[in-house]
């Protein structure tokens, strides 16, 4: 009895963050959002796809006829087994340090900003300049001029919000 | 080539012929593991940034309820007292018609010839005629931070009063000669962001018109120089240059919004005069802007009623502020009692309030009832003509003439009006309706227009009513300002009205960025954004969202913080048997039904709870985290701070209403007397005591008058994390006495003991050492101060720097 009150308190109290998340960018108040926001409500919520899994995500959200816009009744279901099967997990502060020591092939303990922007603008998943800018705002040693990697990881996986 | 097992074991590394790293799968994918890292990182970031901009807007929201909690209060002043009272004279010599003076009268009140300027100025000394070359110095100048002098500011607002006298209002443009026109939108105050434009867009000039939409004061630091760089602009480019008003270009909001504060703090010996120069300057300035009879601009936006062929026959100067009726030179009424429909439909309407079931067009518009400013001043009106007016004029009162009777009501304001029957014809009240739906009105998604019950005045105007201004008026777009964007730009109603807002960073630094248009004749704008960067200069992306939010997150607070009483009673409802603690829904929930702002609470409750316990709140020990400081005594008093809070706002514009000459000072007599009325009307218990103690407490002068800004200095909220830090002015006070903690009843009036020792301080932490509680501990020897924090028995919770001083005999 004890467990299926728990269970039932989790299933509402994600779903609450969920409405929450989905609110905040209902700017109409009609209880959609633009398709272009999901990616970030679903990041939002704690979890780490990769724009491949955000496109599958979105095939099965959209309507038969595309409008732009999904609505709440579509991605609460969704959104909800996404969270409780805990799908796309975090990334760990080792594996993103690994990460980023595959990237310095040369060992410097460094990255140059275009070293990173030519790996990141041009393999994976690419990023558009804007969000390079913004990594690199963020990234980049202002004295040096090089990306401190080891201290970039550390310093953003430090999550102040908790 | 052994294959160690190591960490890093399946990033293998491969190279072509020439030795070089080529990209291995492993590569790809630590690029696609650091992009996909990044991108929730983001995507974290942009929720912040987004529920942050909500805090704002709602904020903003409660803080617009807040201007009509001042016209309440007004109302109610000006209904419960007779027109000789002392408390009504406090404020009505603010709505008292201008006394009629004429121009050449005025002109030698506002004189400048006799005010020297002395040798050490360095600032710009301006001849007249202007030319570009000043107005450049100007700019210039400003940019250093300089100030103009008075006498120039006189001189130059006298002749911009006098240019502005003979424009129409509406200003009609051409973009002919494939002439580019500039359209910027609210700047309020933000002289960064006025520099920003003309570096990226170039200053007005003749290849270079441009139009400036209303807002140019209130809230930013320098409404002044902004005001002298366009009026300059407008003086040397008459036929490029063109101002709309906007609806802070009002005396009266002025004193709630920041300007009069500057200029008086700017000006101290002719900031009264500029102000009342000013005052007759915004009343002439014109209404709308149409551009090659196509585009409208206009400040707020337009309404079912709005009809610009009246308009442009409005007398525009009349309309001095939204709060203020205009008197109407030939009285005229309509005979009710002749059409007997039109009388049981406005016995009908009297008491409903907003209802959309009235017959358009003037259906629920005119049924807008106290709260709007319209009303508020036919409330005022009617209370000014006495009881016998009160009723033949409710007798008198028309459903589909809401605003006509506006004018009958103004007709009595001046003395020798005469009622005649004599047919209905258009009013100025009509008129003033129209100039308020320009100025204040708000676009909305759905179909219709109703009543703009957030701001007081103006309307929410639909789609439908956009279609058809435009249709009625062969125009095909509407620029409007009047509302903070994001990117500084919006388009709504199918992109046939746009929002154009210029002041960036204007909640917070890095809060939304500013965006000013061209058109050319084509009629197409180009859209530049921009956001003014000093503060910003050096701050990463995510250090700028994380300084906003906090700067949200802080209002927030303080907003929960002073409704902890109604918290707490709602919180106790839910958890009935008395454990303490409530579940996160269940605050969420609470806190949107006390506060009515509608924000994702299960989003921000990480930022504003500090600890949860299995999914439970302890919600006593959450006040105590959110708090900043606590009156030790009795829940009265909690409850009365709290209020006062919440209508700290309300209070101050009270005062400087009733601080007639503008000195920044009040009497005693002036502050009590505001203060028991205040109480009155929100029905809260002040005992006299109490006002006793605030008057005696603010009075560091002890020449009988209070500064009016030091009082309020004294609601500043403190942030708990600064006083824990030890910037507490309290440490400061090393040469005051402690006084044990009384909370006794009070005494009798010969007892020689205090009734209350709490210590004032008027200060916040971010002001160390601030004047006021220096004098009142160091200057007279009677006054003594307790240290709340030093006593360990004390509950150190108070809510804000409102402690009293005390007085022993």
């Known amino acids: 009895m004890a467990d299926k009150y728990s269970a039932d308190t989790i299933i509402t109290e994600t779903q609450k963050r969920i409405s929450n998340a989905f609110d905040v960018f209902d700017h109409e108040s009609n209880k959609t959002v633009d398709v272009r926001e999901i990616g970030t409500i679903i990041r939002s919520l704690g979890c780490f796809p990769s724009e491949a899994d955000l496109h599958d995500i979105i095939a099965e959200l959209e309507e038969e006829e595309p409008t732009g816009f999904v609505r709440y009744e579509k991605f609460l279901p969704t959104m909800t087994k996404i969270l409780l099967e805990r799908k796309f997990r975090p990334i760990t502060e080792d594996l993103l340090l690994q990460a980023f020591e595959v990237l310095d092939q040369q060992k410097k303990g460094h990255l140059e900003p275009e070293e990173l922007t030519k790996y990141l603008t041009q393999e994976g998943e690419p990023f558009t300049q804007e969000e390079m800018d913004e990594m690199l705002s963020a990234a980049v040693d202002p004295d040096k001029n090089v990306i401190l990697y080891k201290d970039f990881v550390s310093m953003m996986t430090f999550d102040d919000t908790r | 080539m052994g294959c160690g097992v190591t960490k890093t074991s399946e990033f293998n590394r491969r190279y072509d012929k020439d030795g070089n790293a080529i990209p291995a799968a492993i590569t790809i994918k630590a690029a696609v593991l650091i992009q996909r890292w990044y991108r929730q990182y983001a995507a974290r970031m942009e929720m912040r940034r987004r529920y942050t901009w909500n805090i704002f807007q709602s904020m903003e929201y409660a803080d617009l309820q807040d201007q009509i909690k001042l016209y309440n209060f007004l109302g109610y002043l000006m209904d419960n007292f007779t027109r000789s009272s002392s408390e009504r004279k406090l404020i009505s010599h603010i709505f008292r018609e201008n006394e009629v003076c004429r121009d050449a009268e005025w002109e030698r009140y506002f004189s400048y010839t006799n005010i020297d300027v002395p040798d050490i100025y360095c600032g710009p000394r301006l001849t007249f005629p202007l030319d570009m070359d000043q107005v450049a110095d100007l700019v210039e100048a400003f940019k250093n931070k300089q100030q103009l002098h008075s006498r120039y500011v006189l001189q130059l607002l006298l002749e911009t009063w006098k240019l502005l006298r003979v424009l129409p209002n509406i200003n009609r443009v051409s973009t002919c000669h494939s002439k580019e026109i500039t359209i910027c939108g609210d700047l309020h105050g933000q002289l960064e962001d006025l520099l920003l434009i003309f570096y990226k867009n170039g200053m007005p000039s003749l290849e270079k018109p441009y139009v400036f939409n209303g807002d140019f004061v209130d809230r930013g630091k320098d409404s002044m120089e902004i005001l002298l760089i366009l009026f300059a602009f407008l003086l040397v480019y008459p036929g490029n240059v063109y101002l709309n008003r906007g609806n802070h270009e009002d005396h009266i909001i002025n004193l709630r919004y920041g300007f009069t504060k500057e200029v008086l703090s700017k000006y ?81 309407c009297k008491n409903t309030t907003g209802s959309l079931t009235f017959p358009k067009p003037f259906g629920a518009r005119e049924s807008f009832q106290r709260r709007s400013l319209q009303d508020f001043s036919s409330t005022m009106a009617r209370a000014l003509e006495g009881e016998f007016e009160v009723r033949r004029r409710q007798a008198e009162f028309s459903l589909s003439s809401f605003s006509k009777s506006h004018n009958i009501l103004s007709t009595t304001l001046s003395p020798d009006s005469e009622p005649d029957s004599s047919q209905f014809t258009d009013t100025s009240n009509d008129e003033w309706k129209q100039i308020l739906d320009l100025l204040w009105s708000d676009p909305m998604s759905q179909d219709g227009c109703i009543p703009n019950e957030v701001r007081g005045g103006g309307c929410y105007w639909g789609p439908d009513v956009t279609e058809d201004f435009l249709n009625r008026h062969n125009l095909q777009l509407i620029i409007r300002s009047h509302e903070c964007k994001q990117d500084g730009y919006e388009f709504c109603h199918n992109r046939k009205v746009l929002t154009l807002f210029s002041a960036s960073n204007y909640y917070e630094v890095g809060s939304n960025r500013g965006a000013f248009i061209r058109l050319g004749p084509d009629l197409v704008p180009y859209f530049v954004q921009y956001r003014a960067t000093s503060m910003t200069r050096g701050l990463s992306f995510p250090q700028n969202v994380k300084r906003t939010e906090h700067t949200a997150l802080k209002a927030l607070r303080e907003l929960l913080f002073v409704h902890k009483s109604d918290l707490l009673s709602a919180f106790q409802e839910i958890d009935k048997e008395n454990t303490g603690l409530i579940c996160l829904n269940d605050w969420g929930g609470a806190i949107e039904r006390v506060l009515h702002l509608d924000l994702p609470w299960q989003v921000l409750h990480p930022q504003i709870v500090s600890s949860t316990k299995d999914g439970k709140l302890n919600y006593q020990g959450w006040f105590h985290d959110l708090a900043l400081k606590k009156p030790r005594s009795e829940h009265i008093e909690q409850t009365m701070l709290e209020t006062l809070y919440r209508h700290r706002s309300t209070l101050e514009t009270i005062f400087r209403i009733v601080d007639t000459d503008n000195s920044g000072f009040i009497t005693f007599e002036d502050f009590r007397q505001t203060l028991k009325l205040l109480s009155a009307y929100l029905k809260m218990e002040i005992s006299d005591e109490v006002i006793n103690e605030l008057v005696i407490s603010t009075d560091t002068n002890n020449d009988g008058s209070i500064d009016i800004d030091e009082f309020m200095e004294a609601f500043r909220l403190v942030d708990k994390s600064r006083l824990e830090r030890g910037k507490s002015l309290l440490k400061l006070k090393q040469d005051c006495q402690s006084l044990p903690l009384e909370t006794e009843t009070p005494q009798t009036a010969d007892s020689t003991a205090p009734q209350m020792s709490q210590c004032l301080t008027s200060q916040t932490a971010d002001s160390p050492a601030s004047n006021t509680a220096d004098n009142a501990c160091s200057q007279t020897a009677n006054l003594a101060a307790s240290h709340t924090e030093d006593n360990p028995a004390s509950q150190t919770e108070d809510l804000c720097h409102i402690s009293v001083v005390v007085k022993p005999q």
């Open chain 2, 268 to 348: 101290k010996l002719h900031g009264k005069r500029i102000l009342k120069l000013l005052q007759k300057i915004f009343s002439w300035l014109p209404l709308v802007t149409v551009i090659d009879q196509r585009v409208l601009i206009v400040h707020g936006g337009v309404s079912d009623t709005t009809d610009l062929a009246l308009i442009a026959r409005v007398d525009r100067h009349r309309y001095v502020s939204a709060l203020r009726p205009p008197k109407k030179k030939t009285p005229s009424r309509i005979n009710v009692y002749a059409n007997s429909e039109l009388y049981h439909e406005m016995i009908n």
